[in-house]
């Protein structure tokens, strides 16, 4: 009897967290993948369509222009954010007073709520009395439609300069929503950088400094080249967590959400609309799985670079 | 000497400029928060308010069930940490130092479950709830959180460095498996469990799509789904929107405040966003 328990001891640990993660996140994917194949509404199955959602999803334009704002957003987003936030954590790392105070400063807005973040900049994008308006003024620059302005950042740019470009790029309504995001995510990168730079051992500083090297070479040829990995770290998290993005689009944009004109309309945002705007669970369940493997494909890129972190590191 | 101080003096500028940018919008709420409507609203705009109106804060709290909003995210959030704490202590204890068949197996499973994020995650789980008829419940805001991967992960990473012979020794002298977890392995493991409890408290505090799809019921909305549906009413009433959002994010603000080297340091060793 003894033995009998002695065997089943640990599996009664792992149970109360077993059960959770079987019944909350295993099955919910089955039982979702076969629910992909399925035309199916508020009442449950209404008829077997085998791969129609996943075809009509990929016919579908706002799909596609869905899916190419969330990239047009990931390249507003990832290198900005990678750029600003390792040239603040190289200053911060140069040893001077108050690195803390700054660095509490600039992570307040990563512990603040998606939604209080969104409440807010919603007036300061305001287009009459807004802050964002308000400053431009100052310097004597007309204000900006920023949330609901449709046109292409390019093409706004291009056609103040008076030059016919063909490329529109991202409307100014997502460009807003790039430079929140970039806002609220800086202070994470400063600290993964900070740690990052934490590592490289100080004896490269001092050998440099005795040949005479310049900050720059020091930068390129030292700093850069053994904090890569933690680039290539941020640069992917940036990435996958950019691709998740909605609450900014639920809370700042339209009405309808995703407006003006679908610009704002990001994948999860397309895929919540068809799910739950429109209770239409089969269809929102493909496209879920599309996302997932696009999700899936920069996690594994990510882990492999982990992995060699670990070998070469 | 001089060119070093004239270096310093630029760097604490750039930091300073890029510290302003963070702080502003902060302080731009606040001092909307405290303004009259109509002051809220004039051009040029005040950098501080005339007269300092705190009925914005009351009224905002009363406008809407705000009350109601702030208990369903703390039973939420309390709910939530204190079971992550069980089943991960337990499960990470059983990954981290026992042997038994499957182990392996099941630890990768779950690495596998953690690839799967929020957004991916939505439709799926609540067709699970709909079977289960827990929409519109507690049940369906907390239960699916009572367990992460990630934390069991964390976990078993800080028992796995605890020392076998202790363990061999606590046995000699009588303790049980159960004894030697409650009374050896996580009193060592404080900085780690600290961890896994900030991230839970800051996640349930601001998670926001899942409650959002799976609560139609005003009486059950948490505190961000709450504030998000007074905006979506009152676009206008800029004064009490500020209001509303400053006490919002009030909480998780003085927690910063309160444990900011640990909150950081947390962040800085994860590689997951809050």
Same mark, same amino acid.
């Given at each position: 009897m003894k033995k009998i328990f002695r065997f089943l001891g640990p599996y009664f640990y792992l149970l109360p967290a077993f059960l959770i993660i079987f019944v909350f996140r295993f099955l919910p994917m089955i039982y979702a993948f076969r629910v992909s194949f399925y035309k199916w509404g508020m009442g449950g &199955?209404?008829?077997?369509? &085998?791969?129609r959602n996943y075809s009509t999803i990929l016919k579908d334009s706002s799909f596609w222009q869905a899916f190419g704002n969330t990239i047009y957003f990931s390249i507003g987003v990832v290198p900005t954010s990678l750029l600003i936030s390792l040239f603040i954590a190289v200053l911060l790392h140069q040893k001077i007073k108050g690195v803390r105070f700054f660095r509490t400063i600039y992570f307040l807005p990563v512990i603040t709520s998606v939604i209080a973040v969104s409440m807010v900049w919603k007036w300061i994008y305001h287009p009459q009395v807004g802050l964002a308006n308000n400053i431009l003024q100052l310097f004597g620059v007309k204000g900006f439609n920023w949330l609901s302005e449709w046109r292409g950042i390019l093409q706004m740019f291009f056609a103040f300069l008076r030059v016919n470009f063909p490329i529109k790029g991202p409307s100014l309504a997502l460009y807003s929503l790039i430079i929140v995001s970039v806002w609220k995510g800086l202070g994470y990168n400063i600290i993964l950088f900070l740690a990052g730079l934490e590592n490289i051992p100080g004896q490269y500083y001092e050998a440099a400094k005795v040949d005479g090297a310049t900050r720059w070479q020091v930068f390129r040829h030292i700093t850069w080249p053994l904090l890569s990995p933690t680039t290539f770290f941020v640069l992917i998290m940036t990435t996958i967590v950019s691709f998740q993005m909605f609450a900014y689009v639920w809370m700042m944009t339209g009405p309808p959400a995703g407006g003006p004109l679908g610009t704002t309309n990001v994948l999860v945002y397309y895929l919540f609309d068809h799910a739950f705007n429109f209770t239409r669970y089969g269809y929102g369940t493909a496209v879920a799985f599309i996302l997932f493997i696009i999700i899936l494909i920069l996690t594994l890129i990510q882990r492999k670079a982990v992995e060699r972190k670990v070998f070469y590191g | 000497m001089v060119k070093k101080t004239v270096g310093k003096i630029i760097i604490i500028f750039l930091l300073s400029l890029i510290g302003i940018t963070m702080v502003l919008p902060f302080y731009w709420m606040i001092i909307t928060s405290l303004k009259t409507p109509l002051e809220a609203i004039q051009f040029p705009p005040t950098w501080f308010p005339n007269h300092l109106r705190f009925r914005n804060y009351i009224d905002a709290w009363k406008q809407v069930p705000f009350p109601r909003y702030f208990l369903n995210s703390v039973i939420i959030t309390v709910a939530t940490l204190v079971g992550v704490l069980i089943t991960s202590s337990l499960a990470a204890y059983s990954f981290a130092r026992m042997k038994y068949p499957g182990r392996n197996f099941i630890f990768l499973s779950f690495l596998a479950m953690m690839m799967i994020p929020i957004p991916v995650y939505i439709v799926p789980g609540y067709l699970i709830l709909m079977k289960l008829h827990w929409v519109d419940t507690y049940l369906a805001l907390t239960v699916p959180w009572l367990a992460n991967v990630f934390s069991i992960f964390l976990l078993r990473q800080h028992f796995k460095t605890i020392p076998k012979d202790l363990f061999d020794a606590a046995v000699m002298d009588g303790c049980s498996r159960f004894g030697f977890l409650i009374r050896i392995v996580l009193p060592l493991s404080k900085a780690a469990l600290v961890t896994v409890a900030l991230f839970s408290i800051i996640g349930s505090w601001n998670a926001f799509i899942w409650p959002l799809v799976v609560t139609s019921k005003d009486a059950l909305r948490p505190i961000q789904v709450g504030l998000a549906y007074f905006v979506q009413e009152q676009s206008t009433n800029y004064t009490l929107l500020t209001a509303a959002t400053t006490f919002t994010i009030a909480p998780i603000v003085l927690l910063f405040f309160i444990l900011e080297k640990r909150i950081i340091a947390s962040f800085a060793r994860s590689g997951l966003k809050g």
């Open positions: &199955a209404e008829k077997f369509v &085998a791969l | -």
